[in-house]
């Protein structure tokens, strides 16, 4: 079966560093994608990743490595805005999105 | 990017009554959606995929006499939730592909609050 593995909770510091990481398995892969979802809202699109590698994007970065089935989503320069839940996504060989149960980043003055 | 509209936001209804949610790609055309549902702290549960002009595609356990799919245009895609009771009450949102972006990324709509008392 499809599986996607990410923490279900996670706090941090305002300021600070954190990182969320996402393993998983699929029926073939064609992309992994990083949403935001804040309580009662609809998920927003924060990052693609379909090589490996680091992408960067402001605060927000996002890493895939295919070989280990892995990636990780690290946000810098916390802010208390970035309180929310972190869905990780895959793309597999159907262009189905695959969900991850998402990580609620909970971030501390 | 890409805009997607969902209304209403928030509907009440009684048991038993029917709700139509709509969903619509404001400046690209969508030949697929996607339809949502979310249980408070719990990841998004497809139910269905809505082709326009053709029969929508279910997942396993979804009625589909129950959540009436329709994809009448390439911009809009409305879910009618048929003689609903309190169980159907959660988070329902859809999502558009907009295949002219680089990476087809989707697109999600505001979100319908259903309450069903």
């Known amino acids: 079966g499809q599986n996607i593995d990410q923490p279900t909770e996670m706090t941090a510091t305002e300021g600070a560093i954190v990182q969320i990481n996402c393993t998983y398995q699929?029926?073939?892969?064609?992309?992994l994608f990083w949403y935001q979802q804040h309580a009662g809202e609809a998920p927003t699109f924060l990052s693609y990743?379909?090589l490996d590698g680091l992408e960067e994007k402001g605060r927000f970065s996002s890493f895939l490595s295919r070989s280990k089935g892995y990636s990780y989503l690290l946000l810098k320069e916390l802010q208390m805005k970035d309180s929310a839940s972190y869905l990780c996504a895959v793309r597999d060989s159907n262009y189905q999105l695959i969900w991850g149960a998402g990580t609620k980043l909970i971030i501390k003055p | 990017g890409a805009v997607v509209s969902q209304h209403p936001s928030r509907v009440i209804c009684k048991s038993g009554t029917s709700v139509k949610i709509e969903c619509r790609s404001l400046d690209f055309q969508a030949t697929t959606m996607f339809w949502y549902r979310q249980f408070p702290k719990k990841s998004l549960m497809l139910m269905a995929t809505s082709n326009e002009g053709s029969k929508a595609t279910y997942e396993q356990g979804v009625e589909k006499d129950k959540f009436l799919i329709n994809h009448a245009s390439l911009t809009l895609s409305t879910l009618t939730v048929t003689s609903a009771h309190p169980e159907d009450s959660s988070f329902y949102i859809c999502?558009?592909?907009?295949?002219?972006?680089?990476?087809?990324?989707?697109?999600f709509g505001q979100g319908t609050r259903l309450t069903v008392v």
């Open positions: 999502s558009a592909r907009d295949p002219g972006t680089e990476y087809t990324e989707a697109f």
């Open positions: 990743n379909v």
């Open positions: 699929t029926s073939g892969f064609n992309g």
